[in-house]
Each structure stands twice: as structure tokens, then as C-alpha cells.
């Protein structure tokens, strides 16, 4: 992309903010939050702390001195002040807002701490300037993507796929000779070499019991004859991709019940998938395969949301729960991913990423979902 | 460590809270830091959203369903009530401490965002509970840290140890056939293979103009002949080790310059280590690397804190920061790294982590400082 394309793309973004800020009748918008930042300037400082200001004729951007320089090459629109501070940035930022005369600064409620807020709120108390929370404003854009978005995402799911290929292919006895914490960080080389930067958020390998923990961290245990579940996904130029995958690798114990619950789960994603276009509702939705497990008698072992938005952010809006209040749209990107865990016997889940179509959806990650990995691969 | 031991250990910590707490009339304490419930109850849900709440009588965890399973097997003290939600934890929360007549529940303003007090301040006002913040009680506690918290974050650095020297043992040659990403990701490996958990943070690895921003992710930039800048740490058992080291891989044309302010920052981080020692003011330490950095004329070039301290987190107290005012105590870890930033051109950090001790301290990285590295190692 040329450059003056994506300065138009950012400053279009910055516009439609604007818009929606005139017609609240907000003189004045505080951004903390990282990805909002980036998705309005094209500069992504995580965990850098700083702060976007947006009033009603200007911009500016208050990075600390060691941000400084990949601020300015880092920035995707004109006309921003990009202010440098070395200790204070409330202080400064309380300096700069002097001479505006409007009296409440809105921020976001979500993206900054209480103690933060209470800093700023007494050094703001000597400008008589109030501030007020308001939520999810530039969240709101980020939830439908554009094109050079959705390219980018489709990216980071095209690695997927690559990693996850390269994992099967290792065969079951080949998984075998891994340890859980190694065949992650297998996972991640595979990533790097596929043209990622990264993960996106830390990998789970969980290998036999450990699979009924839904957020576990890949250990020690050695990989034998059994169930894995997978659950990982790449960054590429900072928008995620996310997919789950749970995989046999033998064994004719446990084998039978492991293939009952597969099905179940595997089905529920499938007819939910089968639901997803413009307008569906996002706690029918939910609905779709909770409802089947619960018929088959896992209700109570499927204790989490079915999906969730991703971009910037490997947790977006919408949120696809029994308590979501959202609606699909076009161009949203979703996870689908029911999951069954029964403690101290293991767990299966099934994730894909969806893009929403107006009549229908297309499913981003295509890894296959083959449950029993062959013992070697014919070659 | 026997599980009776980490049991002592762990009820020892909430003990001594539990005392600090009494002594300031604080009845209930809400505790919101992923890392403090982890200090206090062997429980580590990073992300989780789990909340911890120590009434005089009681102690409360509260975790979402998807950690249920990860929250019974890792709790270490005894008598704690593992309490299960689904969806509304805050509306979990308020239900349990209806029956609590205290007026006052204390929280962690640092670790809690703006939209989730106030959420929660709304659904206490039925029962004529007030918010109070309450900042850093957990986190003093941390600060000092105990054997066995030593002896992980010595590991940490071990392995650090490893990894560099694994870099090194490449040869100047070697390296200059990686990208920087790829080298980033090639220290990951060894970490793993050095039997620590992965990365303590994204590790930063900046070749040539790149090393004058701090916080430079890696890129597909190819490593040729010049500056690199490589800050690095590994996590053992949930401690964090933290380690830069700025090195020259050739080329005549830059060489002076840069040996020049190498030695600047070299001698600035010896003095100040050299300063290490229970009762130094952590202003003051900074003082002794700035004042020398500022003398040789790059004062305008070091524009970041001295250092900080390392356990569980990669940033803890104590700051060491020109605005600084903690004081060192015997067995806290801490951070020394001055740098030298010059944009457009290239930037120079050295680091290494320190044990205080009663009359000076320990080097815990003990990887060479050699600028130079050889274009191939003799075998």
C-alpha cells in the first residue's frame, strides 16, 4: 500500500470519529487505549501509556521521549501535534488543555485504571474540567473492518493453516516425541518461518487431562497416546488470527468417549457457523449450539461464550454469549468455537474464524478437522 | 518444595497482609492484580479476571468457570472458598458480601480499569458500601523478595545467561546471517531448551539505526555489519529475568563513535551498581549513572529511568527514576540500565539485574560485556 493511501485510510478513520463525537456533542476525547490509538494514527505503542487527544480542531499524540522517534515515523496522518514528555504525561497533558474552554473531557472508561483516572481527575479539578466516561466509541468502528483489515487478517489465518499443517504432518508418532511446552514453541518457529511476526496471544497445548482446562498453559508432560487440544494463533502486521483444533494421537481406552463429545462439538460449530450472516442476532446465535449440546447432555460442560470478535485484538466485539446484545454485520470478523470439558477426563474444542457475508459467512481458517492423526504419513 | 511447605508459605504472605491490613482498620480488601492473587494464593490466572477478597474472617476466590479446574489444583493455602461464576462477576461478588455489615471495601485502583469500578460502585450502592482505592499493599509485600522467590529469579537469569552466550557463540559472521526477527526467535528456542517457560516480555532485537528506539519490536530488517541491540528475559516458575547487551558486529566507519558512547554507558552502569546496597535512595542511584552520562555530554540522550524492579512482573517497584522515592532494602531485585539514544543514527543499553544486599549487592546476569564480537570463533 502506497503511503498516501493509507494516510487517507487513517484520516478517514479519524473522520468518521469525529462525526459520531459532534453529533454527542463531545468537544473533547481522551484515547488510552493502544490498538484505538494505532487504529486512528498508525502508531502502535503497546503498553506504552500514551495518550490521543481529539478536539473539536486539533490532534495531538503525548508519547514518552523513548517512543518519540517511532511516533513520528510510525504516523499515518497530517495535521497531529506529537507531544513528547519525559516524566508527567497527565501533567502535561492538564498543561496543554489549559487554554480550551470546554468543560467536560470525555475518555475511555475501559481502557484506563481507576488510579489513573483519579490522578487525572484532581489535577483537572483546577480547571473546573470534568471528565466522563464513555465506552467502546472507537471500538465501535474497529468491530466492522475494511478491506486492507480483512486482507491482513486472512493473512494471519493463512499462517495458521500453514502451522497447523506442518503440526499434522509431524504424524502422530512424530507428536508423540514432543513435549507440550515444545511442540508450542514449534508451533511459533513455524510462524516466524510462514512470514508472521508472532504469536498472537500464548499458545495452549494440552495434552491428555490438561485439555479440560480451557485457558491451560502448555507444561512439561510429555505427549503420548491420547487427546490434544490446540489453540493458537498469528499476528501479521498486528491484526490475529485464531483457531482451535482438538486432535488423537491413539489409544483405544478412551477412545469411543473422546469421539462421542468430538462429534458433538464438532456438529454444534457447524450449525452455528451455518447461522452466521448479516443480522442474526449474536445470542441466538450462542443459542444455536449451546442448545444442541445441552440435548446431547453437556450443557452444564460447556461453560464458556461461543465466539468473539477479533482484529488489533485477540478479544473484540461482538461478543457471542447467552448475554450478548449484538447483531452481526457484514464485514465482521468472529471466532465460532464450542467446546465440551469434563474435569480430570479432558475437554475438545472446535474454533474457526468467520467473516461475515450479508448472506452467509465465509470461514476464515481452513485447517482440516480430522480427528484421528495417522501413526505416520505415507510418503 | 514439598506442597506443605508452599502452603506455610503462601499462608505466611497472606498473614503478614492480613496484619498490615488490621493495623490500618481495613476490614475487607478486594484484590484484583492477577499477579498479587498469584502471590497470595499459588492461583495464577493471567488475564482471568479473577478477583481475591480477604475479609477479617475469610478469604474468597472467585473465578470464572474456564479457570475453575486451573484454580483448585494450583491454590496453596487452605481454607479459601474457590467461588464459581458464569457470567456476572461483579453481581457474584456484591450477592456474597450482602451479609457483611462492613461500610468500606478497599480495592486495588491500580489494578482495576475506570469502567469496571464504576460498575461495580453502582451495584454496591444498594447495600451502602463504599469504594475506597487503596494503591500497592500487595505490591510492598513484593517487593522484598524470599528465598524461594530468589532462587526462580536466579534460574530466570541463568538461562538469560545461556541464551546470550548461545547468541554470542554464533560469531559475529553468524549472526549477520539473520534477520532480526529471526534472531529474536532463535534466543526463544534456546530459552525453551534451557528449560524456562518462554519469553518474559517481546523481546527487542534492533540492528543499526533501530537500537535508538527502546521499545523497537524486530523486523524483517537483515543483520549486516554494526550496532545490535538485543533486551531479553525468560520466565521461570512465573519469575522474570531482564537483560540487555548492545554489541558491534563489524564495519569500520561507525566503529569510533560508537565504542565512544559504549564506554560512556558501561562505566555509568558499573558506578551505579557499584552503588547498590540497602539504605541507597533510588533517586540517587540515578543520579550517579546520569550526572556521569550527563558530563560527557549525552545527557539529553538517556531519557528513561535508571531501572525498576523484576519478580513476577517484568516492571516492579522499586522505580529508579529521577523522581524516585523508594529506598533500596536488602533482597529486593532491580534493574540497572542506562542508555544512550541518538536518532537516525543508533542507540546503546546495557543491563543486568541485581540482588541488594545488606552492604552492596550481587550481579544475578552475569553475561559478558564484550562490544566486540568476532567474526568467528576459533574451534
Known amino acids: 500500500m502506497f503511503l498516501s493511501k493509507s494516510v487517507e485510510l487513517f484520516t478517514s478513520r479519524i473522520g468518521k470519529l469525529k462525526k459520531i463525537l459532534k453529533s454527542k456533542g463531545v468537544q473533547s476525547f481522551l484515547i488510552t487505549g493502544d490498538e484505538n490509538v494505532f487504529y486512528l494514527t498508525g502508531f502502535y505503542g503497546k503498553d506504552s501509556g500514551s495518550l ?82 464513555i465506552e467502546g466509541m472507537v471500538e465501535k468502528l474497529r468491530v466492522i473492518k475494511d478491506g486492507l483489515e480483512i486482507s491482513r487478517i486472512e493473512k494471519a489465518c493463512r499462517t495458521a493453516d500453514k502451522v497447523y499443517k506442518g503440526i499434522i504432518s509431524l504424524s502422530a508418532s512424530g507428536i508423540r516425541s514432543y513435549k507440550e511446552i515444545e511442540l508450542a514453541y ?26 479440560s482446562l480451557p485457558h491451560y498453559n502448555p507444561g512439561n508432560k510429555k505427549i503420548k497416546k491420547g487427546l490434544i487440544l490446540i489453540d493458537f494463533g498469528c499476528r501479521f502486521e498486528n491484526y490475529c488470527s485464531d483457531i482451535t483444533r482438538t486432535i488423537f494421537t491413539g489409544s483405544n481406552k478412551i477412545c469411543n468417549e ?17 447461522e452466521c450472516r448479516e443480522g442474526m442476532d449474536c445470542r441466538k446465535l450462542d443459542e444455536v449450539a449451546r442448545n444442541f449440546i445441552e440435548s446431547k447432555g453437556y450443557g452444564d460442560n460447556f461453560g464458556h461464550g461461543l465466539g468473539h470478535g477479533v482484529g488489533l485484538e485477540i478479544h473484540e466485539d461482538p461478543v457471542i454469549s447467552t448475554e450478548s446484545k449484538a447483531v452481526l454485520k457484514e464485514n465482521m470478523v468472529i471466532t465460532i468455537e464450542p467446546g465440551v470439558y469434563i474435569e480430570n477426563f479432558g475437554g475438545v474444542r472446535i474454533e474457526d474464524m468467520i467473516l461475515v457475508k450479508k448472506n452467509g459467512c465465509e470461514v476464515l481458517t481452513r485447517s482440516n478437522k480430522v480427528f484421528f492423526i495417522p501413526d505416520r504419513v505415507r510418503s
Open 258 to 274: 473422546f469421539k462421542k463429545i468430538y462429534d458433538i462439538v464438532l456438529e454444534a460449530q457447524l450449525m452455528a457457523i451455518g
Open 52 to 133: 490521543l487527544l481529539l478536539t473539536e480542531d486539533s490532534l495531538y499524540l503525548l508519547v514518552h521521549f523513548i517512543y518519540l522517534e517511532q511516533a513520528k515515523k510510525s504516523i499515518h496522518i497530517k495535521n497531529i501535534n506529537i507531544v513528547c514528555y519525559r516524566k508527567n504525561k497527565f501533567g502535561k497533558l492538564v498543561e496543554m488543555i489549559d487554554g480550551y474552554n470546554f468543560k467536560n473531557l470525555m475518555f475511555e472508561g475501559k481502557n484506563i485504571s481507576f488510579g489513573d483516572f483519579d490522578r487525572l481527575r484532581k489535577l483537572l479539578s483546577g480547571q473546573k474540567k470534568k471528565l466522563i466516561s
Open 186 to 211: 514449534k508451533m511459533e518457529e513455524l510462524m516466524i518461518k510462514n512470514n508472521s511476526s508472532g504469536k498472537a496471544f500464548d499458545i495452549i497445548v494440552a495434552y491428555d487431562k490438561n485439555s
